[in-house]
T-cell receptor, first 115, second 114 residues
Framework: AQSVTQLDSHVSVSEGTPVLLRCNYSSSYSPSLFWYVQHPNKGLQLLLKYTSAATLVKGINGFEAEFKKSETSFHLTKPSAHMSDAAEYFCVVTHASGGSYIPTFGRGTSLIVHP | GAVVSQHPSRVICKSGTSVKIECRSLDFQATTMFWYRQFPKKSLMLMATSNEGSKATYEQGVEKDKFLINHASLTLSTLTVTSAHPEDSSFYIC??????????FGSGTRLTVV
């Protein structure tokens, strides 16, 4: 069994300040982990992914995440928030089932960026 | 990157009618497609997994007779909401696994049943 916990439903930051979106997971196997961003009424866009290579993963738009096995965490960070970063962010872990890899979503974290 | 094209983006239908949502994988073959439903301010709920050439696998609590899924080719999967009711109004998103991009998502379909 596996699960994903996004610890904060909302994160509010000022433009230009750092962003931290927290994600913890549980998985019976070596997981693949992803962060996706969703803007209002849009589909999901891949920010970055971890698939057992380098533990520090760099993604698009200046985001990065570090896989910490000892802490079962995969937190998303960005040094300086931009107004356009305001969106919903989902942490995702995958597991194998019947030959398919099924993604399990966290509940999402809404990032609010103040001018 | 890999693209999944989802149509329509928005649809309004009358109660009791059926609505078909299409997802096409562009430039890659999708033997598997995931269908999600997203309620306001909520995460994505997996409804079913479609596999090309075989029956879809539905998650517990999802009515297979109401949400018909067909995956007739390696690039096309469809979700038909039959006899739609206002409680079916939601945001539906498809997703296909991709070897390079992880999971590629369609842009979503906003269904409103009046």
């Amino acid at each position: 069994a596996q699960s994903v916990t996004q610890l904060d439903s909302h994160v509010s930051v000022s433009e230009g300040t750092p962003v931290l979106l927290r994600c913890n997971y549980s998985s019976s196997y070596s997981p693949s982990l992803f962060w996706y961003v969703q803007h209002p009424n849009k589909g999901l866009q891949l920010l970055l992914k971890y698939t057992s290579a380098a533990t520090l993963v760099k993604g698009i738009n200046g985001f990065e995440a570090e896989f910490k096995k000892s802490e079962t965490s995969f937190h998303l960070t960005k040094p300086s928030a931009h107004m356009s970063d305001a969106a919903e962010y989902f942490c995702v872990v995958t597991h194998a089932s019947g030959g398919s890899y099924i993604p399990t979503f966290g509940r999402g974290t809404s990032l609010i960026v103040h001018p | 990157g890999a693209v999944v094209s989802q149509h329509p983006s928005r649809v309004i239908c009358k109660s009791g009618t059926s609505v078909k949502i299409e997802c096409r994988s562009l430039d890659f073959q999708a033997t598997t497609m995931f269908w999600y439903r997203q309620f306001p301010k909520k995460s994505l709920m997996l409804m079913a997994t479609s596999n090309e050439g075989s029956k879809a696998t539905y998650e517990q609590g999802v009515e297979k007779d109401k949400f018909l899924i067909n995956h007739a080719s390696l690039t096309l999967s469809t979700l038909t909401v039959t006899s739609a009711h206002p409680e079916d109004s939601s945001f539906y998103i498809c997703s296909a696994p991709h070897h390079r991009d992880g999971y590629t998502f369609g842009s979503g379909t906003r269904l409103t049943v009046v």
